[in-house]
C-alpha cells in the first residue's frame, strides 16, 4: 500500500503572543490530498502545541514516502482501528553456502537420511527424508541472548516467551538518513516502553552482497541507552550489526543484553510494516549454554 507525506512552510501564531516558524516541515498523511486545514491540524497535534490562533501554511509538498509515525497521524490511528490481521515475514531465508555476517561460515546443508535410503525401513509407498545442518550460531535472522555477551548471561532457554513472542511493535524508519549511528534524538519521539523497537535503515537491499558489510547503518551507544532506560523489550534492526563494526567495541550489545533486552539482526521487510500496530514473533530453539539462534521473525499487522 502506498503511503503518503507532504513537505511544507508553517508560520504559526499564539492566542497568549509569540509565533513558530518552520521550513520543509515533514508530515505523514492518511492519502495522497488533505485540505490545508486538515493538515495544519495534524501539524499542531503532531508538535502537540497549545493554545494555537492561526496556522498559515505555504510551498506544500505531497509526495509518496513510508510513514515515519507522527504523532496523532495516520499511523496511530491505523493502529487503533485496525480491524483482522496479515502475516509479513521478517527473515531471510537460509541457504548451503550462505554468508549472513563478513568472516563467518556459511551453512552446510546435508542429508542424514535419504528418501531413497528409507525406503528399507517403512512400508512400500513410505518414505521420509531426515536432514543434517551444521552452521554458526549467527545465521540468517537471528536473536542474540545476554549469554552471546556475557559468560552466565541468560541463555535461549532462559529467555522469557515475553521477551521475543507477541510484543507489540514500533518501526523507526532511517531509510535515507545522512548519519549511520542512531542516537538518542532520533529515537526520542517513540514510545518504546514494553515494545520491540526495529530499526528500519533499508540496509537489507544490500543482503549477499558485498555491500552488505560495508559502512551499514547502527545503534549509537546513547541510542542504546535510551532504549534500556526507556523501557525497550526487544531491539531489531535490518542491517548487518546492531553495532557498528568498525572497530573492536560494541557498545548496543553490551548495553542492551546488559538490561536483558533481546537483538534481533538481519531483518527484512520492515519496509511494509506499519510505524505502529504490528506484534512481532521471533522466538528461537530453547537451547541451553547458546548466545545466539535463527528464528522465523515474523508481525501480525492490522489489515
Do not use: C
Not at 55 to 81: I, M, Q, W, Y
Not at 101 to 113: D, F
Not at 193 to 222: F, I, N
Amino acid at each position: 500500500m502506498t503511503e503518503y507525506r507532504a513537505s511544507f512552510d508553517a508560520d504559526v501564531s499564539f492566542l497568549n503572543g509569540g509565533g513558530l516558524q518552520t521550513q520543509g516541515f515533514r508530515l505523514d498523511l492518511p492519502g495522497p490530498s488533505l485540505p490545508e486545514e486538515e493538515l495544519a491540524r495534524l501539524f499542531v497535534a503532531h508538535l502537540g502545541l497549545l493554545m494555537v490562533d492561526r496556522v498559515r501554511l505555504s510551498n506544500v509538498e505531497v509526495f509518496a514516502e513510508a510513514h515515519k509515525g507522527s504523532r496523532s497521524g495516520p499511523a496511530e490511528a491505523d493502529a487503533a482501528t485496525g480491524e483482522g490481521r496479515r502475516l509479513i515475514d521478517l527473515s531471510h531465508a537460509i541457504e548451503a553456502g550462505m554468508v549472513t555476517y563478513p568472516g563467518l561460515p556459511g551453512p552446510e546443508v546435508t542429508p542424514h537420511l535419504t528418501y531413497a535410503d528409507s525406503r528399507n525401513l517403512y512400508a512400500e509407498g513410505t518414505e521420509f527424508t531426515i536432514g543434517r545442518i551444521t552452521m554458526v550460531s549467527n545465521t540468517g535472522t537471528y536473536v542474540d541472548s545476554p549469554f552471546h555477551r556475557y559468560e552466565g548471561g541468560v541463555d535461549l532457554a532462559g529467555l522469557p516467551l515475553e521477551s521475543v513472542a507477541d510484543l507489540p511493535v514500533v518501526v523507526v524508519r532511517l531509510t535515507g538518513a545522512s548519519e549511520r549511528g542512531v542516537g538518542a534524538q532520533t529515537l526520542a519521539p517513540y514510545d518504546v516502553a514494553g515494545k520491540a523497537v526495529l530499526l528500519h535503515t533499508g540496509w537489507d537491499r544490500h543482503w549477499r552482497t558485498e555491500a552488505y558489510g560495508v559502512a551499514a547503518p547502527y545503534l549509537a551507544e546513547d541510542g542504546a541507552k535510551y532504549l534500556a532506560d526507556a523501557g525497550a523489550r526487544l531491539v531489531g534492526i535490518d542491517s548487518v550489526n546492531i553495532d557498528s563494526t568498525d572497530g573492536g567495541q560494541r557498545p548496543a550489545h553490551s548495553i542492551l543484553l546488559g538490561a536483558g533486552i533481546p537483538v534481533l539482526e538481519h531483518l527484512t521487510n520492515l519496509g511494509e510494516l506499519p510505524v505502529h500496530g504490528a506484534r512481532l514473533h521471533a522466538a528461537p530453539a530453547p537451547v541451553r549454554d547458546f548466545g545466539t539462534f535463527p528464528v522465523r521473525a515474523y508481525a501480525l499487522v492490522p489489515r
